[in-house]
């Protein structure tokens, strides 16, 4: 849409009979660069802007029995504005139980998703040049205020740090009827991220065998 691209890849393996899992994955939002406008060039200035958003990490999962497993994932995620850049250090964690209620299949999963370290935008581009020379002088009583010659400073734009949006995520399945020739289970999940409305969703699917 628009443009945007999201390329992603991903692997895992299986060590020690299955017991533990191991992966890796690689996701990258970007797009083409644009032409650069302001107040003073809007048909562009002949510059080019690249942004890009990256993530990197990964994962390891334990399977305790054959009925509960939980794993741990972690990634470094990254983004470039044109030079203004940001990062931080997450973690997901979660796990999955299946069982017997009434005598039927029954499922369930839990997972907390980018639990980390803040983003703080930095760069060149938030550098100016402050000149006090070009400053007016202030006025009072109808005459300027002598006032000691000062030097240019570089100052940066200081920007806030914003934390990754936490989201909490429960899922449950159950099979409510099965024979030789389909299953028919139903399944509910609810999400609750940190900086939205909860959501929930349920569904049901047959299945032939």
């Known amino acids: 849409p628009a443009e945007v691209r999201y390329n992603y890849v991903a692997a ?11 992966g890796g994955f690689y996701g990258m939002l970007s797009m083409d660069p644009i032409e650069e406008t302001t107040i003073l060039f809007p048909n562009g200035t002949g510059s080019q802007v690249d942004v890009y958003s990256q993530v990197i990490g990964g994962t390891v999962a334990y399977n305790f029995s054959d009925r509960f497993s939980a794993g741990l994932v972690v990634k470094h995620v990254y983004e470039d504005y044109w030079g203004v850049t940001a990062q931080a250090v997450a973690f997901d964690v979660g796990s999955n139980y299946h069982t017997e209620l009434l005598g039927r299949e029954f499922r369930m999963g839990l ?13 060149s581009r ?13 006025q009072d009583q109808g005459g300027n205020v002598n006032r000691d010659p000062r030097p240019q400073r570089e100052l940066e734009y200081r920007t806030s740090s ?35 409305p909860v959501a929930f969703a349920i569904g049901t699917e047959r299945s032939e065998e």
């Open 126 to 138: 938030l550098q100016t040049i402050v000149d006090p020379s070009a400053i007016p002088q202030e």
């Open 12 to 22: 895992a393996t299986p060590l020690a009979d299955g017991t533990w899992i191991v």
């Open 162 to 196: 914003n934390s990754l949006p936490t989201v909490f995520k429960a899922g449950a399945s159950m099979v409510m009827a099965t024979s030789s020739k389909y299953n028919w289970t139903i399944a509910a999940d609810l999400m609750q991220p940190n900086n939205i």
């Open 111 to 123: 997972s907390i998703q980018n639990l980390g370290s803040g983003m703080e935008f930095r760069g």
